[in-house]
């Protein structure tokens, strides 16, 4: 029986991108998931890259059962499952299902974890829905604000912001913390 690993994944991924073929690397990725015993990481998380690869293959329905079985195992995941299961069930039209689970995440505490608000915020602007994006995107800036988790930032910010124009909303606090994130990259002795 052989191992999951980071690694491999990484390189099926890797040729994914470079041929295209992102159903032949879905296949692999399952089959892989289903078979393999954990070594380097969860079989969940195999679950959820392998469903990553199905919705690049515009295979919602595959990815969403990937995504279920990586729910399902209960392992660690690099991002949450339920956020992509969420997008695969918007591109099937079960949108009321993924509003469902989208509900779900928020109850559960999810607006806490800075990526999590990123993905989720992402996808609801994919979707025009502008007001849940904001407030997903907004949770997450005071998560990184709060805690020592920055990573996610910048990246907030400059989505919120969007969002924010797209909504037709004037500038606001959190902006002007983009705009000195900005200004100590462009000028370090200007930031102190």
């Not at 991108?17 to 070594?39: D, I, Y």
């Not at 124009?165 to 983009?178: P, W």
Request: with cysteine; net charge negative.
């Amino acid at each position: 029986m052989a191992g999951l690993s980071g690694e491999l994944f990484d390189a099926i991924e890797v040729n994914a991108a470079r041929t295209g073929n992102h159903k032949r690397a879905a296949v692999r990725m399952s089959r892989l998931a289903a078979q393999a015993a954990p070594s380097g990481m969860s079989r969940a998380e195999a679950h959820v890259r392998a469903g990553e690869q199905w919705l690049l293959a515009d295979e919602p329905t595959e990815a969403v059962a990937e995504f279920r079985q990586a729910i399902a195992d209960a392992g660690p995941t690099l991002d949450d499952p339920r956020v992509p299961l969420a997008r695969a069930l918007f591109a099937l039209g079960r949108r009321a299902e993924a509003e469902d689970l989208l509900r779900e995440l928020k109850e559960s505490g999810a607006m806490a974890q800075p990526r999590t608000c990123d993905l989720v915020a992402e996808l609801l602007a994919e979707q025009r829905d502008l007001a849940g994006a904001l407030d997903w995107a907004t949770a997450g800036v005071d998560a990184c604000l709060r805690g020592e988790e920055r990573d996610e930032l910048q990246l907030l910010l400059r989505l919120r912001y969007r969002i924010r124009i797209d909504l037709g909303l004037g500038e606001d606090d959190y902006d002007k913390l983009l705009d000195t994130g900005q200004a100590q990259r462009d000028h370090p002795a200007a930031g102190g």
